[in-house]
C-alpha cells in the first residue's frame, strides 16, 4: 500500500482536524466533558495581550499632561468683596500657602494646587476683575516676588527658556522685585543672584536688571516687551561698573524668546498684588 508523503494534501487535512477535534479532559473531569475547539494556549494568550493593552492605556491617561487652569471666577466677587476682614483673612491664608516654597522652586504639584486655590479665592473676593484703568496708581513701586508657580520647573525661567537651577549651574537665585514706573511706563525684573566660583574664591554676587516698557491691554491684561538686561556686581566686587547684556538680535532669536509677554493683574491692592501669566503662571507679589 502506497503511503502519502507527510507533506501531502492528506497528511496536513488529517493534521488539521486532530487540532481541532475537542479533546478529552483528564482522569479527574467529568463524563462526557472535552476541551473546546480552539480552546487552551492562543485564547490564553490573547486575554494576556488585552490585559496588557488595557494597562498601557491606563498609564498612558495617568501621564497625560494637567489641563490649563481655568480662568478666574468672579462669580461671587460682589458678596465677600465688601468684607476688608475676610480678604485679609485670605490674603494670609494664600501667604501661608506659599511660604517654604522658596518662591515655588520647592513646590511639588500638591504645593502648587493648593496656592493655585487660595489664590482664586482671595481673587474671587477681590470685588471683581481688577480695572487697571482706574486703579493703576496702585501698581507704582517695588514689589517682592514671594511665590512662581513657575519655578517649580527649576529654572530661573519658568516656562520661558532660563539657566536651570540646582546642581547643574552653581547659581543661587536671591530675592526677586519688579519695580514699575506708571509714568514712564518702564517694568524692571530684578533677580539677586549668587555664582559659585571655583575654591577658595568666594561666590559672585550680583544683581540682573530685565528692563520692559509696558503697556495696558483691556481691562486687567498687561504687555511688556524686552528693552535690555544690565548686571550689576554686589559685595567686594561692588565697585565694578554695570554690565550691560548684548541683546540677540532679532532675526537670530527663537520665536519662543520673543523678548516679550502679557499677564492679568487678578487680584491688586495697597500691599499685594496677584497676577497670571499668558503661560498659567500664578505670581505673587507683595510691596517692598
Same mark, same amino acid.
Given at each position: 500500500?502506497?503511503?502519502?508523503?507527510?507533506?501531502?494534501?492528506?497528511?496536513?487535512?488529517?493534521?488539521?482536524?486532530?487540532?481541532?477535534?475537542?479533546?478529552?479532559?483528564?482522569? *479527574?473531569?467529568?463524563?462526557?466533558?472535552?476541551?473546546?475547539?480552539g480552546a487552551g494556549g492562543s485564547s490564553c494568550?490573547?486575554?494576556?495581550?488585552?490585559?496588557?493593552?488595557?494597562?498601557?492605556?491606563?498609564?498612558?491617561?495617568?501621564a497625560a499632561a494637567p489641563p490649563p487652569p481655568?480662568?478666574?471666577?468672579?462669580?461671587?466677587?460682589? #458678596?465677600?468683596?465688601?468684607? #476688608?476682614?475676610?480678604?485679609?483673612?485670605?490674603?494670609?491664608?494664600?501667604?501661608?500657602?506659599?511660604?517654604?516654597?522658596?518662591?515655588?522652586?520647592?513646590? *511639588?504639584?500638591?504645593?502648587?494646587?493648593?496656592?493655585?486655590?487660595?489664590?482664586?479665592?482671595?481673587?474671587?473676593?477681590? *470685588?471683581?476683575?481688577?480695572?487697571?484703568?482706574?486703579?493703576?496708581?496702585?501698581?507704582?513701586?517695588?514689589?517682592?516676588?514671594?511665590?512662581?508657580?513657575?519655578?517649580?520647573?527649576?529654572?530661573?525661567?519658568?516656562?520661558?527658556?532660563?539657566?536651570?537651577? *540646582?546642581?547643574?549651574?552653581?547659581?543661587?537665585?536671591?530675592?526677586?522685585?519688579?519695580?514699575?514706573?506708571?509714568?514712564?511706563?518702564?517694568?524692571?525684573?530684578?533677580?539677586?543672584?549668587e555664582l559659585g566660583a571655583p575654591w577658595p574664591?568666594?561666590?559672585?554676587? #550680583?544683581?540682573?536688571?530685565?528692563?520692559?516698557?509696558?503697556?495696558?491691554?483691556?481691562?486687567?491684561?498687561?504687555?511688556?516687551?524686552?528693552?535690555?538686561?544690565?548686571?550689576?556686581?554686589?559685595?567686594?566686587?561692588?565697585?565694578?561698573?554695570?554690565?550691560?547684556?548684548?541683546?540677540?538680535?532679532?532675526?537670530?532669536?527663537?520665536?519662543?524668546? #520673543?523678548?516679550?509677554?502679557?499677564?492679568?493683574?487678578?487680584?491688586?491692592?495697597?500691599?499685594?498684588?496677584?497676577?497670571?501669566?499668558?503661560?498659567?503662571?500664578?505670581?505673587?507679589?507683595?510691596?517692598?
Open positions: 500500500m502506497a503511503m502519502a508523503a507527510p507533506w501531502s494534501s492528506s497528511s496536513c487535512c488529517t493534521a488539521t482536524a486532530s487540532t481541532s477535534a475537542p479533546r478529552p479532559l483528564g482522569p *479527574g473531569s467529568p463524563k462526557g466533558a472535552a476541551w473546546p475547539a494568550t490573547g486575554q494576556r495581550r488585552n490585559r496588557r493593552r488595557r494597562r498601557r492605556l491606563s498609564v498612558c491617561a495617568t481655568p480662568p478666574v471666577d468672579y462669580a461671587d466677587a460682589s #458678596a465677600a468683596g465688601a468684607d #476688608a476682614d475676610y480678604v485679609a483673612s485670605l490674603k494670609v491664608k494664600l501667604l501661608s500657602a506659599v511660604s517654604g516654597l522658596n518662591r515655588g522652586l520647592a513646590a *511639588g504639584q500638591e504645593d502648587l494646587d493648593r496656592a493655585d486655590a487660595a489664590a482664586r479665592e482671595l481673587e474671587a473676593a477681590g *470685588g471683581g476683575p481688577v480695572d487697571l484703568g482706574r486703579d493703576l496708581d496702585r501698581l507704582q513701586g517695588r514689589w517682592r516676588l514671594v511665590y512662581s508657580s513657575a519655578f517649580s520647573s527649576r529654572t530661573l525661567g519658568g516656562s520661558r527658556p532660563g539657566p536651570p537651577t *540646582g546642581r547643574l549651574l552653581p547659581i543661587t537665585l536671591g530675592q526677586v522685585f519688579q519695580r514699575v514706573d506708571v509714568v514712564s511706563r518702564d517694568l524692571d525684573n530684578i533677580v539677586e543672584l574664591l568666594p561666590p559672585l554676587e #550680583a544683581t540682573a536688571t530685565l528692563a520692559h516698557k509696558f503697556e495696558i491691554v483691556g481691562t486687567s491684561g498687561i504687555k511688556i516687551s524686552f528693552e535690555k538686561t544690565t548686571v550689576k556686581t554686589r559685595g567686594s566686587l561692588s565697585q565694578l561698573p554695570p554690565l550691560e547684556v548684548p541683546r540677540i538680535p532679532d532675526n537670530l532669536r527663537p520665536p519662543s524668546d #520673543a523678548g516679550s509677554g502679557e499677564f492679568e493683574v487678578t487680584y491688586l491692592d495697597g500691599d499685594t498684588r496677584v497676577t497670571r501669566g499668558d503661560r498659567g503662571e500664578l505670581r505673587v507679589f507683595v510691596i517692598a
